[in-house]
């Protein structure tokens, strides 16, 4: 019991660590507490610290020990079991350990739904806007995509728009989805009034992650063009 507190503790002092952006020191705390029954939790901790320390190759290597660690407990081990997928469609997407590879990101992304039923935004919005980029043949996937993801999140429900506030980084791509989804009418009904609310989320979101004054100049300009006729 004293032995399992101990490992606990670990756990805590890495995330004081992590919130403090000290990654190294989080990792050093969260290794020893990987052989405990926070073994997962802590291999989960430790890929997303290397990730923020661009050490992408091992990153990659604990997302798949934890998967490999976690398939014959699917439900149990779910959120970290989609924690990990994310993490590895993101090398892949973006080339961090090999050159780019789009269609295996693709192939992570819909495994995620396809086990999950459906039930991920992340993956919605990131299928939605890799799909939109592939090819105009691909165009009625990313709307479907795209429907989906509105479906998550209804017209006029505050709560769920100021909630994002309070989400991760990578809301903010579910953030721009929704706005770009209802901006051009993309597997729902046109809505402008959604659209900006949206896109002024997305803003916010710019000013915190970059420091700047949350203009909305990085966002694309044919939808600003839309919501600003």
């Not at 000290?22 to 050093?28: D, Q, T």
């Not at 980084?169 to 953030?175: P, Q």
């Amino acid at each position: 019991m004293k032995e399992k507190g101990v490992k606990e503790a670990y756990i805590r002092m890495g995330c004081i660590c992590e919130d403090k952006n000290e990654y190294e020191e989080a990792i050093c705390h969260y290794k020893k507490a990987n052989k405990s029954s926070n073994r997962i939790l802590a291999l989960s901790n430790i890929a997303r610290c290397l990730l923020w320390l661009k050490r992408y190759t091992e990153a990659k290597e604990e997302y798949a020990d934890i998967l490999n660690e976690t398939s014959n407990s699917k439900t149990d081990g779910k959120d970290f079991r989609i924690d990990a997928y994310l993490g590895l469609a993101q090398i892949y997407e973006y080339g961090l350990v090999e050159k780019v590879n789009i269609s295996k990101a693709i192939e992570i992304y819909e495994n995620i739904l396809e086990e999950y039923n459906d039930d991920n935004d992340i993956a919605l919005a990131n299928l939605a806007l890799l799909y939109e980029t592939q090819s105009e043949l691909e165009s009625e996937k990313a709307c479907e995509y795209y429907g989906a993801l509105v479906k998550h999140h209804p017209e006029d429900n505050d709560h769920g728009f100021y909630s994002f506030y309070f989400h991760s980084y990578l809301s903010l791509e579910v953030a721009f989805c929704l706005a770009h989804a209802y901006t051009n009418g993309l597997g729902c009904d046109k809505d402008l009034n959604n659209g900006l609310k949206y896109y002024y989320l997305c803003s916010s979101y710019y000013s915190f992650i970059n420091n700047n004054n949350g203009s909305m100049s990085q966002l694309p300009k044919s939808d600003i063009k839309l919501l600003t006729s």
